[in-house]
Antibody, heavy 119, light 107 residues
């Protein structure tokens, strides 16, 4: 059974840092491209970052460029999101999601981890 | 960046109604269009991929159509478990933008 489990969320002050992790099981992470998607309280879904299976291609949403870093450790079957210089508007539930190979749809999602940026 | 515009932002419908949600891309995305359903407190669930392909396990009352810039999600006969928020998403290029969502509520 495919499972994605996020961890690392919590309360952080503006300007602070957090590192989110996504543990994958039931499949070989190295085969798939992965994404982070977030959802602010009461708001819609917002795509955050993408990393290809080999890490050769990485893309970010404009508002997180230069502050967030997506990475993966295929040997540990884990995906990461390093978040620096956090702002109030980064408060959201963060989901990791596995992308299909052909049409790049997000079939498998984690349960999400809440990041709250507040003083 | 490709902008995705969904309409309506919300709708009220009764069980058994036919419901249609539209999604428009700011430029052609071929058929790289996905539809997701999200219920409160839960992760999104993929319904339709490649604009019109039904994801495994999704009831056949859900269907998708369109290509290029204009897309539609149709629920042929709304069921109680379908009251949720629906999102379109383009996977043609990054950023992989989502529509703003359509909340389907009980009339």
């Amino acid at each position: 059974e495919v499972q994605l489990v996020e961890s690392g969320g919590g309360l952080v002050q503006p300007g602070g840092s957090l590192r989110l992790s996504c543990a994958a099981s039931g499949f070989t992470l190295s085969t798939y491209s992965m994404n982070w998607v977030r959802q602010a309280p009461g708001k819609g879904l917002e795509w955050v970052a993408y990393i290809s299976s080999s890490s050769s291609t990485i893309n970010y949403e404009d508002s997180v460029k230069g502050r967030f870093t997506i990475s993966r450790d295929n040997a540990k079957n884990s995906l990461y999101l390093q978040m620096n210089s956090l702002r109030d508007e980064d408060t959201a539930v963060y989901y990791c999601a596995r992308e299909t190979s052909i049409y790049r749809s997000l079939v498998y999602w984690g349960q999400g981890t809440l990041v709250t940026v507040s003083s | 960046d490709i902008q995705m515009t969904q309409s309506p932002s919300s709708l009220s419908a009764s069980v058994g109604d036919r419901v249609t949600i539209t999604c428009r891309a700011s430029q052609s995305i071929s058929n790289y269009l996905n539809w997701y359903q999200q219920k409160p407190g839960k992760a999104p669930n993929l319904l339709i991929y490649a604009a019109s392909s039904l994801q495994s396990g999704v009831p056949s009352r859900f269907s998708g159509s369109g290509s290029g810039t204009d897309f539609t999600l149709t629920i042929s006969s709304l069921q109680p478990e379908d009251f949720a928020t629906y999102y379109c998403q383009q996977s043609y290029s990054t950023p992989r933008t989502f529509g703003q969502g359509t909340k389907v509520e009980i009339k």
